[in-house]
């Protein structure tokens, strides 16, 4: 098993460990996270998900470059194809993923975390794109999904460069929310997934569904899609403890 599970106080912890290749990326570790990612978002006992890497070097160093190696064309179809799966079963969790990026993200590790909701990094992480130093492409979603975070212009500037940069960089472009120091990265990550799940989970999953489903929209599509999930809200027993809750100055109670 490559990926280790914990689940502490409704927070559900998926940690990759491949550690003597950095935690590298091959067809079992993503079949394993794909079922994992799976498993947490049917479990009632969790309500936020967190991805990170074992160790202290990496998240993620990539997708597994000795693998690559030997794949003809239908292969790589394959395992791209893979790789693009797990991060659209990350991308469309109603639960939020939320990645802990604790060394370097690279390749596919850069692009397993742009589909998680949000990134926190350590002081030493480093983001890369180098797929074109290995005469690639990002194949997991990134010339999609980066332009999206970043910019255009920044994100062609990463991919065609193919250099890395550290956190400080990441974050002045928009790649990470916050940066904490690697000793402090889990329990800053926990403790903001414990605010998120003081909010009301069919929200929370209605918002993250508007703001995806209406990235390739018309603005109009996107007002459209966000007024109906809005007033579906009001049918709900979530939204009605969460107005009560305020009228009657108590802290509202959505998960009990
Ligand atoms: N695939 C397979 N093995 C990898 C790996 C990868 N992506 N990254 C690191 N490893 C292995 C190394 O081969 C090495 O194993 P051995 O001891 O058996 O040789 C071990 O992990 C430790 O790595 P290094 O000795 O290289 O460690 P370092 O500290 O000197 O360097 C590093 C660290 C800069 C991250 C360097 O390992 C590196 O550049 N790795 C490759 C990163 C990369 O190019 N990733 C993108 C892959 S392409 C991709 O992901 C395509 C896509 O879009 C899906």
Redesign the pocket.
């Known amino acids: 098993m490559f990926i280790k599970i914990e689940i502490i106080d409704q927070v559900g912890i998926l940690t990759i460990d491949r550690q ?3 935690n ?1 990326m091959n067809p079992q570790v993503l079949r394993e996270l794909d079922l994992a990612v799976k498993t947490f978002i049917a479990d009632k006992n969790v309500g936020v998900i967190i991805l990170t890497g074992a160790g202290e070097k990496a998240f993620i ?6 693998l690559m190696q030997q794949l003809d064309t239908e292969g790589a179809l394959d395992f791209g194809k893979l ?1 693009q799966k797990i991060t659209m079963t990350i991308e469309d969790s109603p639960k939020p993923v939320i990645a802990a990026v604790n060394g ?1 993200a ?3 590790g850069c ?1 397993i975390s742009l589909a998680c909701h949000i990134r926190f990094a350590s002081e030493n992480a480093m983001f890369a794109q ?2 074109v130093k ?1 005469g ?1 492409i ?3 979603g ?1 010339t999609q999904r980066l332009p999206r975070i970043v910019g255009k212009g920044n994100a062609i500037e990463l991919i065609i460069g193919g250099h890395m940069i550290n956190s400080q960089e990441a974050h002045r472009i928009g790649l990470v929310n916050k940066i904490f120091p690697l000793d402090q990265l889990m329990e800053e990550t926990m403790k903001f997934a414990k605010l998120i799940l003081g909010n009301g989970p069919r929200s929370i999953a209605e918002s993250l569904h508007c703001i995806h489903k209406s990235a390739g929209n018309t603005l109009i599509d996107g007002l459209n899609l966000e007024v109906e999930a809005f007033s579906d809200l009001f049918g709900t027993d979530e939204t009605s403890e969460g107005l009560t809750a305020f009228v009657e100055k108590r802290k509202a109670d959505f998960r009990s």
């Open positions: 003597d290749a950095l590298a160093a990539g997708a597994d470059i000795k790789g370097f690279l390749g596919g692009e180098p797929e290995l690639l990002p194949g997991w990134g």
